[in-house]
Every structure is written in structure tokens, then in C-alpha cells.
């Protein structure tokens, strides 16, 4: 609180000290945000509590909290355990439950009495409105088992709810249609650059991947009551994509489409059969329907053409659903930044639009592993990506020259296609470059120069073309970068001859780093 940490000790549960008692925080604003946002289970407080849990001066019929807060509504009369729950109560439930010796010592009070909790103090008014209801629930990250109870319908007035990182399963019950103050409901799963201006959801800590927020497994069919959240403006159900676990199964219900706040939708890698049109989600920035090899349930059913009617997207998640057909016409998408639809199965000509200026923010563009044919476009001069993946379609032509002024690229991948003409002959601008897949092509020419000094490099894969002459002797350099390799230099399976690989041979064998380049198999002898 405001007031330090001395209303809320086990050593110390009153003071007479300001502020006065019907200026506290009674137990609904202390169970908003006291102590799963800011005490760890085994902390000195939570341990010095537990150990005094069970003294008659923690429990309500005996407890000095009574008449503590004149005038709050949640507040004991004298009764024991009456319903009311006083802070210094609170605390000692929490502890318990904290320190795992009685798991259901908050629940109740979180779900079912949550329409009870007021406060006169008005304090916190991030989690308490001006009438005292709780208006914010962050349960994220405390090692909570069990599913969510019905109850969790009572919660009207909650903005913010948020239970990820825990092991909840089970089915998301159809009360929680009735929450329809919600603006972010976050169940499990997480949106990369979670809002418009890159900062991430209040109270949220920075860091973290995917996997460290899909530790919860809901199953079943995601409730048409959904729908009644039309202020819902965040929505993440994930599924857990941990063997011998299914996530979301079934159809998704056609209220999804109701909800036209909506700015960020996760419910990838879940195992869902089909889609339903979400065209009026026009505010939509985010969408992940990513999924997995393991799941599959939406493989043959066809990219949604819906999704062209997002103008506002800027963040694409559609990878590894194995959809079939052809990509539908998303160039009215100007804003998109991340584009991702790796292995869908997807036909018809590359659309030039992704790269070519229609879409001049875009940053990372993953489309490997589809059926792509056609040629590519020169990248627009607004257009600086930071991934490029085509590996593993039917794309021909050459590699256009632009390529060379893409200095922010760090993945490139043109891979398992049937490119041919020589491959840009200066990456040296590309300063943050990690990795070149341009294998398995028909590149004539010899091998492009790249920045030398680059720490992040990786690996430069161009085996299985026709590339012949003299390599750079400065590519030698590579061999000192610490992410380098053996066989990360990769020229097996071309023409190059003796004296085009020789220069390069004795600059690597002088400083005994020989074992980084592979060039075995020329189709040259001489």
C-alpha cells in the first residue's frame, strides 16, 4: 500500500498510525493485488504468516481486525467466518495457499464473493473502481491447479483477467460470457509486441517466450458465450502444443465475430477444425492462428480469405495449419509487419505485394515450405526486412539486386527452389546477417562477399547449384566469428574448380580452420 507494508505483516497486523481505519484498504483491494503480483511463496512475510495462520487472532470470530473498517461493505459483524474477510485474514489465507497447506484458502473468495468485495479507502484505483468493485484479477504466473469454476461469472465488473503460466485445464465454462466489462482476457498463450506502441499488457513482465506463458491446457469447445465480451479488446487461449495434449478442440463458435473491439486474437496451436468468418474483427492488429505438426485439425480447410478485410493487421501468425488452395488476396493489408504462413500447402504465384512497397513496414516475411511458383520482385525502397524465408517452394528466376540493400536482414532463406543467374554479389551491407540458405537452386557465379566483422553470423549454406570461380579469399575471415562452425561454409556440390577453391583452401589451412568449409563433390575435376 501507500503506507508501507506495516497493515499487512504477521508481526505486526495493526498500527494506530494514519492512515485512519476507514481510509485502509480493506480485503478487496488487497486481494487484487496483494501477494501474488509481489510476494514469493517462500518469502520471509509469506512464511512468518504461515506460521501464525492458525492463532485465534488470525481468524474472523476472534480477530482485532473487527470493526477495522467502518463502513465497508466486506467487513466481519462478529460472527465467525461469517463471509467477511479482513486483511489481516486475507493475508494469512493467502499465505496458506501460497505455501501450498490449504490450496482452496482464497478460492472462494476470488470467485464467488467477488461481488461483495468494496472499499471506502479508494485506493488503488488501477484494480478498484470508483465504486469499489474489483475491476482487475492478474493470477499469472502462481502455480495454480484445478480448472476455472463457474463462479468465474461473477466477476462483472473485472476489466483484466489473467491466469497464464499456472496449470489450469479443463473447459472454459460458458459463465464467462457474463464478464462483459472484460477488455483483456488472457487464458494462456502469448501476442509478440503486445500493443500498439510496442509496450506490453499492464503489469506484465518483459521477457519470455511463447513457451513460458502456454503452461495451462483448456480443452473442449471455446463457449459460443464468448461472444457477449464485445468490449473485449485482448483475447490469448492458446493451447499448450505439449505431447499428448489437444488444447481448444471442435469448431469456433461464430459469435467470435461479435467481437468488434477486438485488437489482439491468440488461439494458435490449439486443435480447432475450422475457422469461422471474423471479417467485422476489423480492429484486429494481431491474430495467431499458429499451430504444430502434431496438431494438423485444420489441414485442407483453405487460408481464410476473410483475413483480407483486416486492413488495420500488422502481425500475422498463420504457420503450420497445412490449409491447401491459394493464398487469398491480402494487399489491402498495407500496415503488416510480420507475416507468417510457413508450411500451409499454399499455391498460385508469389504475390509481389509482400515485398515489393505495398506493404512498406514489413519486417519479418516467413512463407517456406508451400507450393509457391513465379518469380520474385525487386524489394521496394521503403522495404528493409529482417527475415526473408522462402525456402522449399517452386520459385524460379534470378534473385532480384535489391536484395543487396536490405541492411537490417538477419534470416535469409531461398533455399529448395529453382532459382538460377548469379546470386547478388556484395551482401556486405547486410551488417546483422545470421544465415544464408540458398541450397539446392541452379546460382551460377561465385559466392557473394559478406561483412566479415558480423559476430552474429552462422552459416552460409550454397550447396547444390552451379556456382564456379574464384571465392573470395576475405571470406576466410568468417572463421574467427564465434558462431561459426564446422561445415558452415557450405560450397559442396557445384563447379568450382582446383584453382577457383584453392585460394580460400590455404587461407583457412594457414590458420588451421579448414574444417569449416565443405566442398566436396564438384562436378569440376580440373
Request: net charge negative.
Amino acid at each position: 500500500t501507500p503506507y508501507g507494508d506495516a497493515l499487512v505483516t504477521a508481526d505486526s497486523p495493526e498500527t494506530p498510525s494514519d492512515p485512519s481505519a476507514d481510509a485502509r484498504p480493506d480485503a478487496a483491494a488487497f486481494m487484487a493485488v496483494w501477494p501474488w503480483n509481489v510476494v514469493d511463496a517462500d518469502s520471509d512475510s509469506v512464511t512468518a504468516t504461515l506460521a501464525a495462520a492458525d492463532d485465534e487472532a488470525w481468524v474472523a470470530g476472534d480477530s482485532p481486525c473487527l470493526g477495522r473498517y467502518p463502513g465497508d461493505h466486506y467487513t466481519p459483524t462478529g460472527t465467525v467466518e461469517d463471509g467477511g474477510w479482513p486483511l489481516c485474514e486475507a493475508y494469512a489465507d493467502a499465505a496458506r495457499w501460497l505455501g501450498g497447506s490449504d490450496p482452496d484458502a482464497v478460492a472462494d473468495h476470488v470467485f464467488e464473493d467477488a461481488r461483495e468485495w468494496t472499499t471506502s479507502a479508494g485506493l488503488l484505483p488501477e484494480r478498484v473502481d470508483g465504486s469499489g468493485r474489483v475491476v482487475r484479477v492478474d493470477l499469472s504466473g502462481n502455480n495454480l491447479s484445478g480448472s476455472l469454476p463457474a463462479s468465474i461469472g461473477n466477476l462483472t465488473e473485472v476489466r483484466y483477467f489473467n491466469v497464464k503460466q499456472n496449470r489450469l485445464l479443463g473447459q472454459i465454462p460458458s459463465t464467462i460470457g457474463n464478464m462483459e466489462s472484460l477488455t483483456h482476457l488472457l487464458l494462456n498463450g502469448r501476442i509478440e509486441d503486445m500493443t500498439l506502441d510496442g509496450s506490453l499488457h499492464p503489469g506484465k513482465p518483459d521477457g519470455g517466450s511463447w513457451a513460458d506463458e502456454r503452461s495451462n491446457n483448456f480443452t473442449g469447445t471455446l463457449p459460443a458465450s464468448i461472444g457477449n465480451l464485445r468490449n473485449l479488446e485482448w483475447l490469448e487461449i492458446a493451447g499448450s502444443d505439449a505431447p499428448g495434449e489437444t488444447g481448444l478442440t471442435g469448431a469456433l463458435p461464430a459469435e467470435l465475430n461479435n467481437l468488434v473491439n477486438l485488437k489482439g486474437l491468440n488461439l494458435g496451436f490449439n486443435s480447432i477444425t475450422s475457422i469461422p468468418d471474423l471479417g467485422n474483427l476489423t480492429q484486429l492488429v494481431h491474430l495467431v492462428f499458429e499451430s504444430s505438426e502434431r496438431l494438423g485439425t485444420l489441414k485442407g480447410t483453405g487460408f481464410p480469405s476473410w483475413i483480407g478485410q483486416l486492413t488495420n493487421l500488422k502481425y500475422l501468425w498463420m504457420g503450420r495449419n497445412h490449409f491447401g488452395g491459394n493464398l487469398p488476396d491480402l494487399s489491402a493489408l498495407t500496415e503488416l509487419r510480420i507475416f507468417i504462413v510457413t508450411k500451409n500447402d499454399l499455391g498460385g504465384d508469389f504475390p509481389d505485394y509482400v515485398i515489393d512497397g505495398t506493404m512498406p513496414d514489413m519486417n519479418m516475411c516467413s512463407m517456406g515450405w508451400n507450393n509457391f511458383t513465379g518469380t520474385l520482385p525487386e524489394f521496394g525502397t521503403a522495404v528493409n526486412v529482417t527475415m526473408f524465408t522462402v525456402n522449399g517452394n517452386s520459385l524460379h528466376g534470378e534473385i532480384p539486386s535489391s536484395l543487396q540493400r536490405q541492411s537490417r536482414m538477419i534470416n535469409l532463406g531461398v533455399g529448395w527452389n529453382n532459382f538460377s543467374g548469379r546470386f547478388p554479389s556484395d551482401l556486405t551491407d547486410l551488417g546483422q546477417l545470421r544465415f544464408i540458405y540458398a541450397n539446392d537452386n541452379s546460382f551460377t557465379g561465385t559466392l557473394p562477399r559478406v561483412d566479415t566483422s558480423s559476430r552474429a553470423l552462422n552459416f552460409l549454406r550454397f550447396q547444390d547449384n552451379e556456382m564456379s570461380g574464384q571465392i573470395p579469399v576475405s571470406l576466410a575471415e568468417i572463421a574467427d566469428l564465434p558462431r561459426i562452425g564446422s561445415n558452415d561454409l557450405n560450397v559442396g556440390g557445384n563447379n568450382f574448380s582446383q584453382a577457383d577453391l584453392q585460394p580460400i583452401i590455404d587461407a583457412l589451412q594457414a590458420n588451421g580452420d579448414l574444417d569449416i568449409l565443405n566442398y566436396k563433390d564438384q562436378r569440376r575435376q580440373n
